[in-house]
């Protein structure tokens, strides 16, 4: 590669190559190699456009690799597939607690009319939607994100996720 414009849209963006590597999660040494026209993984390029919110072959005004746009192709399609991976895991982690959700209400519901324990059984219902989903958004940020990075690394936790 050469003729890099990650230097030029970091200063667009008003970003030190710091700030840049800090939102792109690379170090900032490969942040000067890139900008110096220096070949590095499809990864990292990735992540770096991701950051500056581009387009990868848009990180580069020409290319003297005759099979990058295959390979830019190829990446992008690979993140694609990765952040349907990973969508579909964190949807289907909500769905299991919209289920369980509706479960606990209309158990409480029917014990609730039923009688004999209280009007302290209708707290359940608040609890669960209440404290479980701050625990669910815990449970995920702190355990499953974490190895959804790992297992799919060019994906990002939805902006959705939680909703």
């Known amino acids: 590669m050469n003729e890099s414009r990650i ?4 200063r667009a963006k008003g970003w030190t190559q710091e700030r840049l590597a ?16 220096n070949d590095a993984s499809l990864e990292s390029i990735s ?3 991701r950051a500056l919110d581009v387009q990868v072959g848009e990180l580069f005004q020409s290319v003297q690799t005759p099979n990058f746009s295959q390979a830019v192709e190829g990446l992008e399609s690979r993140t694609r597939a990765e952040q349907e991976r990973r969508d579909s895991i964190t949807q289907g982690i909500m769905m299991i607690f919209r289920g369980v959700g509706l479960l606990v209400t209309f158990g409480t519901v029917i014990l609730g009319t039923a009688g004999g324990l209280g009007w302290y059984i209708w707290l359940l219902i608040p609890i669960y939607w209440g404290a479980g989903k701050v ?6 940020r702190l355990g499953v994100d974490p190895k959804l990075d790992a297992k799919y690394p060019l994906s990002m936790p939805s902006q959705s996720e939680g909703s």
């Open 7 to 10: 230097a030029e849209l970091r």
């Open 22 to 37: 800090k939102e792109s999660g690379i170090t900032v040494r490969t942040i000067q190699r890139l900008e110096a026209g």
């Open 47 to 49: 992540q770096v456009a």
């Open 135 to 140: 625990l669910l958004d815990a449970i995920i």
